[in-house]
């Protein structure tokens, strides 16, 4: 009887066919943040994480190229068009929730769009407000993301694939 938020009604799928359409569905996806904004992503290795988050950078404008990287455990890329830097999280190596406030994210959080890495049961505490991506890998490399949005920021927004559709299929 109390505050039902039904979350998960609004949560919508993309299937992307192709690394070019999981960039394509970031680019999409830039499109709709903003400053303070927390993306978690999650999925097995190689799933397309940092594939994601190469167009999620494109669409955002910002400098730098991304990539998985090995021994950082976060990277600042700034804009390159007066937006917000993109701060790009990899909490493979992180041990849980307390390790991740030990990198002190809040400090670039509210000038960023910040997206973690195996964020997934990590970075849900760094804001009540977040979009969880989750991607699942087929066995025939394509893949089926998951978006679901959660708290009040999100009421209201429009993700790709709310309809069941299919992210860019190598045109545009
Ligand atoms: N449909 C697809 N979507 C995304 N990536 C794909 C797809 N098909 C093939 N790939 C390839 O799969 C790989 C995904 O690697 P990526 O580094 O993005 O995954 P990841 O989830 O970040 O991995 P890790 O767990 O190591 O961080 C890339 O080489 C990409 O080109
Ligand atoms: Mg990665």
């Not at 990287?69 to 917000?84: A, N, Q």
């Not at 679901?148 to 190598?170: C, F």
């Amino acid at each position: 009887m109390t505050d039902a938020t039904a979350t998960t009604e609004a949560a919508s799928t993309v299937r992307a066919e192709t690394d070019r359409a999981m960039r394509s569905l970031g680019r999409d996806i830039a499109a709709l943040t903003r400053a303070g904004d927390v993306l978690i992503l999650s999925g097995p290795l190689g799933a397309g994480k940092t594939t994601f988050t190469q167009g999620l950078g494109a669409g955002l404008g910002v400098r730098g190229s991304i990539t998985s990287p090995t021994f950082v455990i976060s990277r600042i890329h700034p804009s390159l068009v007066g937006g917000p830097a993109l701060v790009h999280v990899d909490a493979y190596r992180l041990g849980g929730p307390d390790e991740i406030d030990d990198i002190d994210l809040d400090m670039t959080l509210p000038e960023s769009v910040t997206v973690v890495e195996w964020g997934e049961d990590v970075a849900e505490g760094l804001s009540d407000d977040r979009l969880e991506i989750r991607i699942e890998r087929h066995p025939d490399d394509t893949r089926t993301v998951h978006l679901r949005p959660v708290g009040a920021r999100w009421d209201g927004v429009e993700l790709p694939g709310g309809a069941d559709r299919t992210a860019g299929n190598g045109e545009g």
